[in-house]
């Protein structure tokens, strides 16, 4: 009898460890927190930059559309041939490009197939907070979420991303990121590069870290976030872009975790910003390098013509190497960059109802949002559907040491109006939705309320965001 029960207990046992490695395994998303091991980048000389397919409408209707995601893990090759887990939208690693236009109605379908819980944040569109994809609107392991908007905001380059409690950082780290290309009538009239995959490219920048086995290494240092060893562009090591002598168009989102990245060719060549966050501004502004903080994004255009054919120009964020572009012949390029891209109107600061102070505060766990963490049954802070306020966001040092945050709001854009008292510079003064404070700074914007609902408002380092450094306002008439 003894022995039956033995063996009885041995079964319910070797069945035990089985199902646990199941769960713990369904989704293949291995996070090592080991040693890191480094890449040999001249292994990825040879890889191509890849190009996010454009997600096809299948609704035939004109200006109704309807667009299908699946949440999903698989395995990307990354480093020689090891293989590493990830996740991805209708794919293994980051997700389709969305790309609409101005009044189109939009109907997602998003299923999750994780073993876990996610939610599909839409970075940078206003939208009522419903449909806004934040921590309330949480999607079920096996469960199809589908919002529906219509898109009334300019052309500008958005994404989208998880942005559930607890596994935000994780999920993106793995690989959950996508982008949205607004188009609106102005944006098509410019002549400005915009055949996508040709002479516009998208450029997810972000940093990982691997292990000998190529699996991710997930290292939350305790002060900046995670921070990743080698920079994965559109899910590649440094890898390259063959382009011809023609003006070319890049759509860079900063995907990091907590990294921010300082663009420079390597030659010190100038280039020009066309667009910040929220769409074009006003008048291209030259500049030989680009500071962007995660959640940022920001459109710029690189005049090949200057260089011959056979060289090699290097894209870099300080010392690392992030791109190569390798220059071909010459080509016609009908292409221009005009002297007005768009009129923005400045919100008028008279017009203000509201001023709020926002402190963030601290480092690594030990952060806070105007001294109080993150409570998801708590409103912070309520404002009236169409009003406009002033906000003065202040980045504080401590005893843990000093450093910036990127500030996020969700569902709307808004205006800078200065740093430290000063005016923002001239690539700074299109439409935001994600501003770097740096530390010790105060940064003034201002924000028109137009969308219903409960919104996020929080410092983009995934890492702060997850350990407190997050509120919510509620907009309603």
């Not at 990825?44 to 299948?58: G, N, T």
């Not at 392991?141 to 991303?161: G, K, M, V």
Request: charged share 20%.
């Amino acid at each position: 009898m003894k022995n039956k029960w033995y063996v009885g207990a041995l079964i319910l046992g070797i069945a035990i460890i089985f199902i646990g490695y199941y769960g713990l395994n369904k989704d293949s998303t291995r996070i090592n927190q080991g040693k890191n091991v480094a890449v040999n980048s001249t292994e990825m000389d040879l890889r191509e930059l890849p190009i996010p397919a454009l997600l096809e409408d299948m609704n035939p209707k004109v200006g109704i559309s309807d667009y299908y995601l699946s949440v999903q893990t698989g395995t990307t090759n990354f480093i020689e041939d090891k293989l590493t887990a990830t996740m991805g939208y209708n794919g293994s690693y980051l997700g389709p490009v969305l790309k609409l236009t101005r009044g189109e109605e939009v109907n997602m379908h998003i299923t999750n197939e994780l073993n876990d819980t996610t939610s599909v944040h839409w970075h940078g569109l206003e939208v009522n907070g419903t449909e806004d994809g934040g921590p309330h609107q949480v999607v079920g392991i096996d469960t199809t979420w589908e919002p529906t908007f219509t898109i009334d905001q300019p052309a500008a380059t958005l994404w989208f991303h998880p942005h559930v409690i607890g596994t935000t950082a994780t999920q993106v780290y793995l690989g959950l990121a996508g982008l949205i290309l607004i188009e609106d009538e102005n944006s098509k009239s410019l002549n400005l590069p915009d055949e996508y995959g040709v002479n516009d490219i998208p450029l997810i920048i972000q940093d990982r870290s691997f292990d000998a086995d190529g699996f991710f290494i997930y290292n939350d240092n305790m002060m900046n976030g995670v921070v990743g060893d080698v920079i994965i562009v559109n899910g590649a090591i440094t890898p390259y872009l063959d382009v011809q002598q023609v003006k070319m168009r890049f759509r860079i989102v900063n995907g990091a975790n907590a990294s921010n990245f300082n663009l420079k060719l390597n030659d010190h060549s100038e280039f020009y910003q066309i667009a910040s966050d929220g769409g074009l501004l006003e008048k291209p502004v030259l500049s030989d390098s680009l500071f962007i903080s995660p959640g940022e994004r920001a459109e710029i255009i690189i005049d090949f013509s200057k260089f011959n054919e056979g060289e090699k120009i290097e894209l870099k964020s300080g010392n690392k190497q992030v791109m190569t572009f390798r220059i071909g012949g010459e080509s016609n390029d009908l292409t221009t960059i005009p002297e007005t891209l768009a009129k923005i109107e400045p919100i008028d600061e008279s017009v203000a109802t509201g001023m709020k102070t926002i402190e963030l505060d601290g480092a690594g766990h030990m952060v806070s949002l105007n001294g109080r963490k993150f409570d998801m049954n708590r409103i912070d802070d309520n404002v009236v559907l169409g009003e406009v306020e002033i906000w003065e966001i202040t980045a504080n040092g401590t005893m843990m040491g000093k450093m910036g945050h990127p500030f996020h709001i969700h569902g709307t854009q808004f205006q800078i109006l200065s740093r430290n008292g000063k005016e923002p510079g001239a690539n700074e003064q299109g439409w935001k939705d994600t501003v770097y404070i740096q530390a010790d700074e105060t940064v003034r914007i201002i924000v028109k309320f137009k969308n219903e609902g409960v919104f996020m408002y929080h410092c983009h380092i995934l890492e702060h965001e997850e350990a407190g450094m997050m509120g919510q306002l509620e907009v309603k008439e």
